[in-house]
């Protein structure tokens, strides 16, 4: 039976990958830090857990110290989005909350688990879509998530000795308890089945990017690579709207 520890697997994409990899017969270690919920997924036969908060590096440091087994498997799925309200008055202790959460919380994990993973295995980084477009009002979320993506792109190539897998996975709009707090339109909005699905398909490929849903981050990618001039543009006329 092959393994897979996930961070951020009480909610959201994270508990839903965790059930799908336990239903497919992989034994799931499922991270986070709602002790309910844990204790929920510990029920399934196929998932054990541990609790910490990646934003607390002693708490992920310690966590690391109770997994025995080898992992075939780590997908660093943990993170949080804030928005900024009032950006002349910029809000640096939300920024550095959130890229706490995101950034140096994949760091420390990363630190933790990666050397558990087998030589052949596979790494997992969740990014976002929202790095490939300047959208208003995201620059702590935003800024994180692009540098996950280089982080993603740089471990690819360093770890292609050890024939490790890396892929960065960057979702569109997916209905969770998180995206459920935005006031905004999220177009083409899908079922965390559904990603969560695209998402496990995507990684038993081993592919370096793995996007869901398609035709939404197709489309933000083509206009990502779109003059910079443009992209503003845009960005402005879509905060007027």
């Known amino acids: ?123 997992a980084l969740m990014g976002s879509s929202a790095s490939f477009f300047p959208f208003t009002r995201a620059q702590a979320y935003g800024a994180s998530k692009a540098a996950i993506a280089y982080l993603a792109q740089t471990l690819a190539v360093d770890l292609a000795p050890q024939k490790i897998a890396v892929s960065l996975v960057s979702p569109g709009f997916v209905e969770t308890a998180l995206t459920a707090k935005n006031d905004f339109n999220m177009p083409m909005k899908i079922s965390v089945e559904q990603a969560s699905d695209e998402i496990q398909k995507g990684l038993a490929k081993r592919k370096l990017h793995v996007k869901t849903p398609r035709l939404f981050t197709f489309i933000l990618g083509l206009v990502g690579k779109l003059p910079m001039s443009f992209q503003h543009w845009l960005s402005l006329r879509m905060g007027q709207s």
């Open 1 to 123: 039976m092959k393994t897979v520890l996930i961070t951020g697997a009480t909610s959201g994409i994270g508990k839903q990958l965790a059930l799908n990899y336990a239903k497919s017969d992989w034994h799931v270690v499922a991270c986070g830090r709602n002790k309910g919920v844990l204790a929920e997924l510990e029920a399934n036969e196929n998932i054990s857990t541990l609790a910490f908060d990646i934003s607390i590096p002693n708490e992920v440091v310690e966590a690391s110290k109770k997994l025995e087994q080898p992992l075939d498997m780590l997908i660093l799925n943990a993170g949080t989005c804030e928005y900024m309200d009032d950006v002349k008055h910029f809000d640096t202790e939300m920024f550095r909350r959130v890229v706490n959460s995101n950034l140096l919380g994949t760091s420390d994990c990363l630190s933790a688990f990666l050397p558990k993973v087998k030589d052949g295995g596979q790494l």
